[in-house]
């Protein structure tokens, strides 16, 4: 298939000219960002350095270079994507950065984003002791971001990491071999949230980004996410189907002294609403994001505790 690039590119010589090509047809074309970037710029930058394996800090220098009739394809091709098939960069790169790590993704897993990696990079403080930590929990672990970067800021614990899709645990297998990190570091479990947990494990930090969005909200959302794996995104009772199998038990899971935090994102108000007795702690970053909550494993029992006697 001939590409509807191919006569505007011909004239292409330099970095620059797709850069600058790129950009426009981005702004033209009213794409989304929400996979790791905000604007046309920083977009289009990162899918056009990324295609050539350039660091997103190059020299500005280097956007004068000249590309290859290879490269000139290969860009025309993931601009093409990008524009016309509104694919997000990072499937486009197999590129994704979360907590300063870098991460492979491809379309088995979701696309690492998620607020909790402020958390991450504060050692979850104040809310548990850094050093008294000795074993954590991703639950939908995915492309094992959250885990691996659990790994690097707690590099004495344990770090298991649950996925039901034996997919994206093949894709965090490679993040995990790709940051040096073995089985007794981070440990893939393929598992419906706690099914596969070992029954005595018990974890000072219990942490998940499940699936969480609605039909409603999934029917709204705009071209980019239809490239992600539904059953990463999609989930029933509102969207509340998957963070209310880690509410019945979690505190199964926790230390006396552990914390639960889990990413609901819009469907923060369902959540309130359906667990009206919960004092769910919403967490605010600086960096922006929303929807995350956090309880203690003494409030979960107390939950369950007065849930028990009605």
């Known amino acids: 298939m001939t590409s509807s690039y191919e006569a505007a590119v011909t004239p292409f ?37 990324g295609g050539l394996h350039l660091p997103f800090d190059s020299d500005y220098r280097l956007l004068s270079a000249r590309v290859t009739a290879e490269e000139k394809r290969l860009l025309t091709q993931l601009l093409e994507k990008r524009i016309h098939e509104r694919v997000p960069v990072p499937y486009l790169t197999n590129v994704a ?4 790590l870098t991460f492979y993704v491809d379309e088995r897993v979701l696309i690492p984003r998620s607020p909790i990696a402020e958390l991450i990079n504060q050692h979850f403080s104040p809310w548990i002791d850094p050093d008294r930590v000795e074993r954590v929990l991703d639950l939908c672990t995915g492309s094992g971001c959250i885990a691996i970067a659990c790994s690097y800021a707690f590099p004495d614990a344990q770090i298991d990491a649950v996925d039901i899709s034996p997919d994206a645990l093949d894709v965090a297998e490679m993040n995990r071999a790709r ?66 199998k880690i509410l019945a038990v979690a505190h199964n899971y926790l230390t006396d002294d552990g914390i639960l935090v889990v990413e ?47």
Request: aromatic fraction near 10%; hydrophobic fraction near 35%.
């Open 264 to 310: 609901v994102g819009n469907s923060e108000d369902a959540l309130v609403e359906a667990y009206p007795d919960l004092p769910f702690t919403w967490l605010e970053f600086e960096h922006g994001g929303h929807g995350v909550f956090l309880l203690t494993c003494e409030q979960l029992k107390a939950h369950h505790g007065a849930t028990s006697r009605r």
């Open 97 to 100: 950065l979360f907590c300063g």
């Open 179 to 244: 940051h040096g990190l073995h089985e007794d570091e981070v440990c893939l479990i393929e598992s419906d949230c706690f099914a596969g947990v070992p029954e005595d494990a018990r974890y000072q930090i219990i942490v998940s980004n499940p699936p969480y969005v609605g039909d409603d909200e999934m029917d709204s959302l705009p071209d980019e996410y239809r490239h992600e794996p539904d059953m990463a995104l999609r989930t029933g009772h509102n969207g509340l189907a998957i963070v209310e």
């Open 13 to 49: 010589e330099t970095i620059l000219d797709f850069l600058r090509f790129g950009i426009s047809q981005a702004n033209s074309h009213h794409l989304y960002y929400g996979h790791g970037t905000d604007n046309a710029l920083d977009d289009i930058t990162a899918l056009i350095l």
